[in-house]
């Protein structure tokens, strides 16, 4: 399998890390989880919540609370970033800040 990063995210990743408790949650398969290790970036993350551990995928509740108790936070103190509208909504209606990355328009920086 043929993984990379996009451009920027590797900067981005080294200007966040220390100054913010960072997190992943992604509907993927356990299998899944070595990439992070691929690409060198699972050093930067205090969590990583994968749905086929939790049993939910986004944008279910389970898996947005499950992050947040992983990582010992309140929704309102959080910005989640996602691809999908939907999942965006799902965060959203708990109370994180949700940030829609659509990268035809955007990209991180």
Do not use: Q, T
């Not at 990583?48 to 947040?68: E, F, Q, T």
């Amino acid at each position: 399998m043929n993984c990379v990063l996009f451009k920027e995210v590797r900067n981005v990743l080294d200007n966040l890390y220390g100054k913010y408790k960072l997190g992943v949650i992604s509907n993927a398969f356990p299998s899944m989880d070595w990439i992070f290790d691929l690409l060198d970036i699972r050093k930067y993350f205090d969590i990583i919540i994968l749905s086929s551990d939790v049993g939910k995928a986004k944008p279910d509740s389970l898996i947005y609370n499950k992050a947040l108790e992983s990582i010992n936070s309140k929704a309102n103190e959080c910005i989640f970033i996602d691809d999908k509208k939907e999942n965006i909504e799902g965060a959203n209606n708990l109370g994180f800040v949700g940030v829609h990355l659509d990268r035809k328009i955007n990209d991180l920086n």
